[in-house]
């Protein structure tokens, strides 16, 4: 059904300025593991085709014997092997009637734009976490579905950073030379787990005797050879870890009217309140114990109950919910696992359409259809993928969060 001037009521005929409701530009964080030069070739073929085979050649053994005066040497011959990536697209669409822009007095009209571009760039990088986030070299002080926030040995620490290095190290993973010649790797983490690196024991000290920014400016920015990306985008196990002391274990339920458990909406129906209380964290989706993720996960922060309407503050434009939640979807109040993805630029291939406009797709229309062209439809498609190139320069390390203890 398309877009009318019934089902935007709130827009029709009002002067509220939208940009006060805009959700923030999506940032591409685990992109940032694909940017190595070496693959310029593979990232901007013309034509994807089903696949790209990328080949890799073996490296040659050390030299041990010394020269012979009568008998030649052997020559030493290559082994080879590829990784095949297969291309993957995505697309999405807004449409509306006619009549939407000639009664709506926003900047509707602006904001379908930027709306569709931060799906499309949300949606991109949805696939290289996917491509990320797998893999065995796995680095955690329990199975993810043991991770306690309470429990010291599950959290980040400077000494887990440095395990990490030794590992890379050992496996040959090439470093991203910085302009000033420096060797870095990247730390990409969510700032649940950057609190516990930043407060723990060895990096308040450093604080205190030799660098105070660390701690008055918060200006923790390098570990060792890796440089920290903290964002609030970094991906979430969302509820994945040990259950809580009082738990929460229930569901979506019907709405009882309104706006709950829809996007933008406050609030959510639950089939039981029992032990949610105030300040609980909420986690809305499919719990995640493995590396199969939900889009639509989500966490919530509890403000009050009333019966089983459960009043939220989220991550939507308005402080409300980000996505619609079905009936059936688990809520719970389990301790979160957040990854730590450490790595190079050159862990991973990137590949694009690039008869696209850019490697995050292109813009379709808008255009106008309907027997009187009275309907109008903007999107927008993609077509590339991720491949892990290197398995030795991707770990993924799970970790709980002191503030969840």
Same mark, same amino acid.
């Given at each position: 059904?398309?877009?009318? !001037?019934?089902?935007?009521?709130? $827009?029709?005929? /009002? &002067?509220?300025?939208s940009?006060? %409701?805009?959700? @923030?530009? =999506? *940032? ?6 694909s940017t190595g030069?070496d693959?310029?070739?593979?990232? !901007?073929?013309?034509?994807l085709? $089903?696949?790209i /085979? &990328?080949?890799?050649?073996?490296? %040659?053994?050390? @030299?041990t =014997? *010394?020269?012979s ?15 095949v990536?297969?291309p993957t $697209?995505?697309?999405?669409a807004?449409?509306w ?17 930027r ?9 991109v ?11 065995s ?5 329990a199975?993810?579905?043991s ?8 959290l980040?620490?400077d ?5 990490i290095?030794t ?19 990247l730390a990409?983490?969510?700032?649940a ?6 407060v723990g024991?060895?990096i308040?000290n450093?604080?205190?005797?030799q ?11 390098k ?13 979430v ?19 009882l009217g309104?706006t709950?458990?829809q ?14 209380s ?8 499919t ?19 009333s ?9 939507g434009?308005?402080?409300?919910l ?5 009936v059936?979807?688990?809520v719970n109040?389990n ?5 730590v ?12 359409d ?13 255009k106008?259809?309907?027997?009187v062209?009275q ?18 320069c ?5 970790y709980a969060s002191?503030?969840?203890?």
């Open positions: 059904m398309p877009q009318t !001037t019934s089902n935007l009521s709130n $827009s029709i005929r /009002t &002067l509220y300025g940009k006060y %409701l805009e959700a @923030a530009a =999506a *940032v591409r964080n685990y992109d940032q593991f030069k693959y310029y070739e593979v990232e !901007t073929a013309a034509r085709g $089903s696949s /085979t &990328l080949p890799f050649l073996s490296v %040659l053994p050390i @030299a =014997a *010394v020269i005066q009568t008998v030649d040497i052997t020559p030493r011959q290559f082994r080879d092997i590829s990784v990536i297969t $697209s995505r697309a999405d807004v449409d009637a006619e009549a939407v822009d000639t009664q709506v007095f926003t900047d509707y009209g602006e904001a379908r734009y709306a569709i571009g931060d799906q499309m760039m949300r949606s990088e949805w696939v290289a976490i996917n491509t990320a986030l797998q893999g070299l796995v680095q955690r002080g199975a993810r579905a991770l306690d926030a309470g429990t010291a040995g599950h980040l620490t000494a887990n950073i440095a395990e290095q590992w890379l190290q050992t496996l040959r993973c090439p470093y991203m030379i910085a302009a000033e010649g420096i060797n870095n790797w990409l983490m969510h700032p787990v950057y609190y516990n690196l930043r024991g060895n308040v450093v604080g205190i005797y660098d105070k920014e660390i701690i008055l400016n918060f200006e923790l920015g570990v060792g050879p890796f440089k920290l990306l903290v964002s609030g985008d970094a991906k196990f969302a509820g994945a870890g040990i259950d809580n002391a009082s738990a929460v274990a229930t569901t979506i339920a019907a709405s309104g709950a458990n996007a933008l909406g406050t609030t959510i129906e639950v089939a039981s309140a029992s032990n949610i105030v300040g609980d964290w909420l986690n809305i989706g719990e995640e114990t493995g590396n199969t993720f939900d889009a639509n996960l989500e966490r919530v922060k509890w403000v009050s109950t019966s089983t309407t459960i009043t939220v503050v989220g991550a434009p308005n402080g409300g980000l996505y619609d939640h079905a059936g979807e688990a109040n301790d979160n696992v957040y990854p993805l450490y790595g190079s630029p050159y862990s991973m291939v990137k590949l694009w690039n008869q696209m406009e850019s490697e995050f797709g292109t813009i379709v229309g808008p106008m259809q309907g027997a062209d309907f109008g439809v903007l999107g927008w498609k993609w077509y590339g993928g991720y491949g892990r190139a290197r398995e030795n991707l770990v993924r390390g799970e002191g503030l969840e203890a």
